[in-house]
């Protein structure tokens, strides 16, 4: 009953350094997200995926790389960090999109990054 | 664009009290409702999904109402207690795929 898991679950970088924050599933669920959540702005998605090998950006994909090369990892990467990308960041995933058929999202313990 | 907004920000009640959290959404053609559940530090709990052909859901002291007509869904906690306090979200559908959410209520259930 693993889950969905998240790691690190606390980073400290500095501005300019790449940094990889990673998700990991074990249900086999085809669609997997990636949201950050900011005072005042609530959850925003950032990358989407809706099987191994397609990814599509959300609302704030700027500065985020995304991979689904299995489809129970989904590693987000910031290429080149800078201090607005600090924040908390959710991963979560579902068996279905969340449209026509209404499946429920499984989400993650988040990863708290702060870039310095 | 969907906007999802909730209000109050933050309540604040006794423990025992029945409480109503409200979530407003602009556009009505969604196909469900979900609200969640996130304590302070941790990630998102689901409680309900509300499929747009339902108008309401249970799941213990906890009743979610939808209203695809006008904009909105309420969710209802009976019985507050403290293991309530939480911060409650309620996201829908955006563009089929992802969730959009409501910055969500903060309650605070007092002993």
């Known amino acids: 009953d693993a889950g969905i898991t998240q790691s690190p679950r606390y980073k400290i970088t500095e501005t300019g350094r790449q940094v990889t924050l990673m998700c990991h599933q074990t249900?086999?669920?085809?669609?997997m997200f990636w949201y950050r959540q900011d005072l005042g702005h609530g959850l925003r998605l950032i990358y989407y995926?809706?099987?191994?090998?397609?990814?599509d950006k959300g609302e704030v994909p700027d500065g985020y790389v995304v991979s689904r090369s299995k489809t129970e990892n989904f590693p987000l990467t910031l290429e080149s960090a800078t201090r607005s990308q600090t924040s908390v960041y959710f991963c979560?995933?579902?068996?279905?999109?969340?449209?026509?058929?209404?499946?429920?999202?499984?989400f993650g313990p988040g990863t708290r990054l702060l870039v310095l | 664009k969907q906007e999802v907004t909730q209000i109050p920000a933050a309540l604040s009640v006794p423990e025992g009290e029945n409480l109503v959290l409200n979530c407003s959404f602009t556009?009505?053609?969604?196909?469900?409702l979900q609200w969640f559940r996130q304590d302070p530090g941790k990630g998102l709990t689901s409680l309900l999904l509300?499929?747009?052909?339902?108008r309401e859901q249970t799941s213990g002291r906890l009743n979610a109402s939808l209203d695809k007509s006008s904009g909105r869904s309420t969710l209802y906690i009976a019985a507050s207690q403290p293991g309530d306090s939480a911060t409650y979200l309620c996201?829908?559908?955006?563009?089929?795929?992802?969730?959009?959410f409501g910055k969500g209520t903060s309650l605070l259930v007092t002993p």
């Open positions: 556009d009505s053609a969604i196909y469900n």
């Open positions: 996201a829908v559908p955006s563009s089929g795929y992802a969730l959009n």
């Open positions: 249900w086999s669920h085809s669609y």
């Open positions: 509300i499929q747009s052909s339902q």
């Open positions: 995926s809706a099987a191994a090998d397609i990814t």
């Open positions: 979560a995933s579902s068996a279905r999109t969340s449209g026509t058929q209404g499946e429920t999202q499984y």
